[in-house]
C-alpha cells in the first residue's frame, strides 16, 4: 500500500502560553508576531510565522460578543458594587454611560486577540496545514 504525503498535524496549542501570547496582542500560535499594527489596525498575518490572523471573512465578527461580554461583566457587578457605597443615580448613570462607550473601544484589540487565541485552541490548523491536504476525489 502506497503511503500517501498527509501532511504533519501540528501540534494542539497548550492554553496558558496561548492565552498569554493573546494578552500580549501576539500570534496564538508563535507568541512573537504582533497581531496589530495601529490601535485599529490589525496585522493580515504573523509576520513571524505566518498565520493568518483572519480565518475567514466575518471571522472577527466572534470578537463583538466578546468584547460585549467582558463589558457587560465589569459594568453589571461595578453598578452595584457603587450603589452599595452610595453612588447616586446621576453619578452612575454618566460614570457608566462613559464606560460601556470607553471600555469596548479600549478592549477592542484583546477582544480579537482572545477570539483568535480560542479560535486557535479549538482549531489549531493553519492555512499551510489545510491547504496541503489534498481534496476528495482530487487526482
Ligand atoms: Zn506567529
New binding site residues.
Partial sequence: MAKTSRPHKPPRPRPLPTLGAALRLR?P??G??EMFDGFFHMNTE?S??R?RFEREQGFFVGAIYVNYAVTVLIAMPGYFLLDRYGATLTHQFIFWGVFVVAFPLLFFRHSRSLWLAVSHLLDPGDDRWLKSIPKQGAR
Fill in positions: 500570534c500560535r508563535c512573537v508576531g504573523c513571524f510565522c498565520l
